[in-house]
């Protein structure tokens, strides 16, 4: 179902889709990609698809913890005779029998016959003939197989991003191949006459372009791949072209501008033409209104209006949520913590503002969220500045100091 929105702030036919129930709708449309398997160092930063297992008991033999003895805790008060040394990555062919010892490191193996392990702190030595300092019990010091993970234990439910940690609590789990969801491929067309390329020198009416550092930055923060970055004129023909070039080499695709009501405002039409069903268009959120969402296939399309304070919106909020879908991420962002407003706000009464604040901390430790100025959606100057969006509801009465807001890291 296309969600038909207007604008009752401003005489539409319908109210402006709440911004809660634009995010929700992303889950319900966006798909996740296909799934590859391939080598588990190669996977660094990619979703997992599916629940990974341990392949091998953990600790996968029993083991000392500490650089010392092993020998039998039954002779722990008595004088030993040191036999032999094992250290880590020798194989395990030597045993310990009565009176004896064997010098040992730490992760060298149990040997059959030792019952546990004398850190050579404790120990007194001479020659070959040791002596323990204090009374020693059986199991000291010792790392037993399989006491962290058994071969087959799960060690990770799939949706889960493969961060540094896990990858290496794979590794080591000996797991090799994993099957996990590709980063998608963005598009991003920006859209505008008057929009300058970086570096181009303005002619009369034209502006710099924020919008396409901003996205291509964005996106290169975050590791997923740009696939294109085209800067397009304002005509219906142009457009429709620009993301039918787009969609065939991506997986999502951006826009920013030319998604109003204005008569160079081709965005809805062109998506139209170039197969890009509509899912909806306008949410209730201040800056970045007039939002415009679809689907070609399992393909988003999100148009962000020209506003660099609403294309800026449009990726913390918006954009990272598709994205994390089609990674198939188990808890897609954004994921919003809790704050207090640190002074009064009034409030847009239709549209949630989602405003760029600093992150402070009260005398109790709760969290503070300080409204910066110059928050119009043209203006992106207070951002060195900025810690945070926060977001804060629709309201006919101002929203006092100390009300409770969603926030996000910027
Ligand atoms: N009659 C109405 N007019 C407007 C409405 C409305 O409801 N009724 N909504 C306003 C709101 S809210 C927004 S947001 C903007 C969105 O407009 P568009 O998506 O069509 O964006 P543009 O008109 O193309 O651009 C808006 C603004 O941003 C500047 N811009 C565009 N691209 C860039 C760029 N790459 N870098 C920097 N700045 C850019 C552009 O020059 C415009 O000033 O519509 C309102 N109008
Ligand atoms: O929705 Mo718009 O408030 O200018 O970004």
Not at 356 to 376: E, F, H, I, N, Y
């Amino acid at each position: 179902m296309a969600h038909d929105c207007g604008d009752v702030a401003h005489g539409g036919k319908s109210p402006l889709l709440p911004l809660e129930a634009a995010l929700a709708v992303y889950g319900e449309r966006i798909r996740p990609l296909a799934a590859q398997r391939g080598p588990v160092h190669e996977a660094l930063g990619r979703v997992l698809a599916e629940p990974a297992a341990s392949a091998v008991d953990l600790p996968l033999f029993t083991q000392s913890a500490v650089d010392g003895y092993a020998l039998r805790s039954a002779d722990a008060a008595g004088t030993l005779r040191v036999t032999g040394e094992i250290a880590a990555g020798d194989a395990a062919k030597l045993s310990v029998g009565p009176g004896e010892a064997l010098r040992i490191f730490t992760g060298g193996a149990v040997p059959a016959g030792a019952d546990t392990v004398a850190r050579q702190e404790i120990v007194k030595r001479e020659g070959d003939r040791i002596t323990l300092t204090e009374p020693l019990a059986a199991n000291v010091d010792i790392r037993h197989r399989g006491e962290e993970v058994r071969a087959g234990d799960p060690i990770s439910p799939p949706g889960r991003r493969l961060h540094s940690g896990l990858l290496a609590a794979l590794a080591m789990a000996g797991v090799q191949q994993v099957a996990t969801r590709p980063r998608p491929r963005v598009a991003v067309l920006v859209t505008g006459n008057e929009v300058a390329r970086p570096g181009e020198a303005l002619a009369p009416g034209q502006i710099h372009d924020a919008n396409g550092p901003l996205c291509a930055g964005w996106l290169a923060e975050r590791g997923y791949p740009l696939a294109m970055l085209r800067y397009v004129p304002d005509s219906l023909d142009a457009v429709t072209a620009a993301l039918q070039d787009a969609a065939a080499g991506a997986d999502l695709v951006i826009t920013s501008g030319g998604v109003s009501v204005g008569d160079h405002d081709h965005l809805p039409a062109a998506a139209k033409a170039a197969g890009f069903e509509r899912v909806f268009w306008k949410v209730a959120q201040k800056p970045g209104k007039p939002i415009w969402y679809g689907m070609r296939g399992n393909q988003p399309l999100l148009a962000l209006p020209g506003n660099p304070g609403a294309v800026l919106i449009g990726l913390h909020v918006h954009v990272i949520r598709a994205l994390q879908l089609l990674e198939g991420l188990d808890q897609p962002a954004p994921l919003w913590r809790e704050g207090a407003l640190a002074a009064d706000f009034r409030a847009d009464r239709v549209r949630d503002s989602l405003l760029r604040v600093t992150v402070g901390q009260d005398p109790s430790g709760r969290v503070t969220l300080g409204r910066l100025a110059k928050q119009d959606s043209h203006m992106l100057s207070n951002l060195a500045r900025a810690d945070a969006l926060a977001w804060l509801p629709a309201s006919e009465t101002p929203l006092a100091a100390g009300t409770p807001v969603r926030w996000i890291a910027l």
